[in-house]
């Protein structure tokens, strides 16, 4: 079945710097990858997704970056915030008619004021 | 719209005993699943539903029944509480349109002892 793993647990940087996280996953079926964001003590919340015919996507902040053949994914924060401190998770999906999603282990992103 | 609802939002168990965790959804999503957060973990999909009648198994279903009688309700039955469950779990719906966000509840932390 589909694994997913994602690198790293843990991030810290100062804030205004960028984050990048990253994700692989092992079904080259797999054909959408969202992104998760987790405060503390909150439930996940889609932030960002991207679909396996596009090779890049923007929403202000954050994008996220595919590589097919490497079967890799990658979210880039830039200009980070407190407000950004957060569990983040990668997650992987097969094709249509396939609604369930794989998810990464998750990165606890620190961003130091 | 509440979205999608959990009760209780905590609970204590005794080892061997049994109880349902709740949850509902008004927005008339026919996709369900039920995952576990284990502490520093990412999210495990237990059971998941793609319409009233429907349920299938996920990732790590031993130890937990579910049921979907309506559309807008699935429930997540404990029997025989074991300590390996305690765990926060996470009840999603979503639509089963091309994105098919899911939308997460706010959780129920259950612990056994």
């Known amino acids: 079945g589909e694994n997913v793993e994602q690198h790293p647990s843990t991030l810290s940087v100062q804030e205004g710097d960028s984050a990048v996280i990253k994700c692989t996953y092992s079904d080259s079926a797999s054909n959408y990858f969202p992104w998760y964001k987790q405060e503390l003590g909150k439930r996940p919340q889609l932030i960002i997704d991207?679909?396996?015919?596009?090779g890049e996507k923007k929403d202000q902040r954050i994008a996220v970056t595919l590589n097919k053949t490497a079967k890799h994914f990658s979210l880039h924060i830039t200009e980070t915030q407190p407000e950004d401190s957060a569990v983040y998770f990668c997650a992987a999906r097969r094709g249509r008619g396939s609604y369930k999603l794989i998810f990464g282990s998750g990165t606890r992103l620190l961003v130091r004021p | 719209n509440a979205g999608v609802t959990q009760t209780p939002k905590f609970r204590i168990l005794k080892i061997g005993q049994s109880m349902t965790l709740q949850c509902a959804q008004d927005m008339n999503h026919n996709y369900m699943y039920w995952y576990r957060q284990d502490p520093g973990m990412g999210l495990k999909l237990i059971y998941y539903?793609?319409?009233?009648?429907?349920?299938d198994k996920g990732e790590v279903p031993n130890g937990y029944n579910v049921s979907r009688s309506t559309t807008e309700d699935f429930p997540l039955r404990l029997e025989l509480a074991a300590p390996s469950q305690t765990s926060v779990y996470f009840c999603a719906s979503s639509g089963g349109d091309d994105r098919n966000e899911q939308y997460f509840g706010p959780g129920t932390r259950l612990t056994v002892t």
């Open positions: 991207i679909r396996s015919n596009v």
């Open positions: 539903s793609v319409g009233a009648g429907i349920t």
